[in-house]
Each structure stands twice: as C-alpha cells, then as structure tokens.
C-alpha cells in the first residue's frame, strides 16, 4: 500500500516524511486546485530522504484546455523539474468536447526526455465526458496511473466508478482514489475498490504567529483568514497509514 500525501508547502511534505508516507505530489496553491511548484521548494523537498517526489505541472487554475503558451510554460517546467531529480510529475490535458488532448499530453510526456520517470494523470480525468474510453487512452500514452475521485465529488461516492476502472485498467496501470481520503474512509475505498494507493492532503489548521492583525485587508479573496492556513498533520498520516494496513 502506497500513500501520496498532496503537499502545497515544504512544511506540509515534510510532515508527511515525518507520518510514514511514501511520496508526495509537490504543488502550489492548493485553493486553485493545486499549481506547479517553485524551483526552490522542488530543490528543497528533493532533500528530504526516503520521500519519493512528483510534481505538479499546471500552469494556471480553470479548466484543462491548454493555449500554445500553456504548452510551453508546462515543457519548460516538466524540463526543471526533471532537471531538479523529480521521480514523477503529475499531467493532465483535455479538449474542448471532454476528451483527453492525447496530444498535448504527448508533448509533454517527450519534455521528460525519455528519463523513464513516473507519469500520474491527474483529476482532469474527472471532468472527462467518457472516462472508461479515457482510461484506454492513457494507458496508451504510458502513463503510470490515474489520479482520480471516480467522477465524484469524493473518493468515497466515488467508489463504484473506481472499481469499474480498477478492474479495467487491470494491472496496466494504477488507479489513485483522491478527493476527501480520510483515517475514517480509507480502508472502505481500498477495500471497496481493489486499489493499492491513495492520495490525501491530511491537512490540519495551523493559527498564525501574528498577533499584530489588521481586519478588513486580504490577500486574494475577500472572505479569506489571512492568519490561518492548512498544513499536513504527521498524525493524519499515520493514522491514514494505520488504517490502510488493515486492507
């Protein structure tokens, strides 16, 4: 059983190094849906051992149609983050009609430049408009798993389209529930689905150090709590791994 923990700063991926997990996927701005990171923090979780490392390329938050200049902004990242000793990177690219831009994920796969690292597509799988005929395509593409809700809000109400693609995908690749994995629903996804990994963010509020704050100023949407943020708990962790071991 594998754990990614999806960490959005370096005090997160380290937590979960510290929890047990056995990888993370390194992104930005969780609030968008996750970012790629900055060079400094792939260089810095680099450093931290026993952790594998993959990381996020999306250059912007929305959808997942891609412009020209998409494209080369995320070859360009993929060519840093490869270049940083990355073991995967995460993608995803769709078409305006809902399928998969075969495509451009193909562009992106050649930025790797045949190093043989990890390939994880992400949840726009999860807007796709044909997911079984999808998951064909990217079994095509050689990616190495799907990172995936089953076309549901969570993991959880997920769980009979996981299974379906669990056992279609039948050992070409992996399939990777995510979206609301918790200690009190992870063993129930794996044991109801047949699947080997799962991705969580085991995030817990963290009160910030400030005690001089000024109200009525914020730093990207007005309702949003500039002295709080979320970072992942060493102890959700463990206990994720604690309840995935029972599988």
Do not use: W
Not at 12 to 21: E, L, M, N, P, V
Not at 76 to 98: K, N, Q, R, W
Not at 190 to 216: D, I, N, W
Not at 218 to 239: I, N
């Amino acid at each position: 059983m594998i754990l990614e923990i999806c960490a959005g700063t370096l005090e997160s991926a380290i937590a979960a190094a510290r929890g047990g997990a056995q990888r993370v996927e390194l992104c930005s701005a969780l609030g968008e849906g996750g970012l790629t990171p900055s060079i400094g923090m792939i260089k810095t979780v680099r450093e931290i051992p026993g952790l594998s490392l993959h990381v996020l390329i999306r250059p912007r938050g929305g959808d997942f149609v891609y412009s020209a200049s998409d494209i080369e902004c995320m070859t360009e990242d993929i060519h840093a983050a490869t270049a940083c000793g990355c073991d995967g990177i995460v993608i995803g690219a769709l078409t305006p009609d809902g399928d998969i831009d075969t495509g451009t994920c193909r562009r992106l796969i050649e930025a790797t430049g045949g190093s043989g690292i990890n390939i994880t597509f992400h949840r726009a799988f999860d807007l796709c408009r044909d997911p079984l005929g999808a998951l064909e395509q990217i079994i095509d593409l050689g990616c190495n798993r799907i990172l995936t809700s089953g076309q549901a809000a969570t993991a959880e109400q997920g769980i009979p389209m996981l299974k379906k693609l669990h056992e279609q995908a039948a050992g070409r690749l992996g399939i990777l529930p995510g979206s609301g994995v918790t200690p009190a629903n992870a063993a129930r996804i794996l044991k109801f689905t047949g699947c080997r990994e799962l991705h969580a963010s085991a995030r817990a509020e963290v009160a910030s150090p400030m005690e001089y704050r000024r109200q009525g100023v914020s730093m990207g949407a007005p309702a949003a709590d500039e002295f709080t943020r979320k970072e992942t708990s060493p102890q959700t962790v463990r206990e994720l791994l604690e309840q995935m071991s029972t599988i």
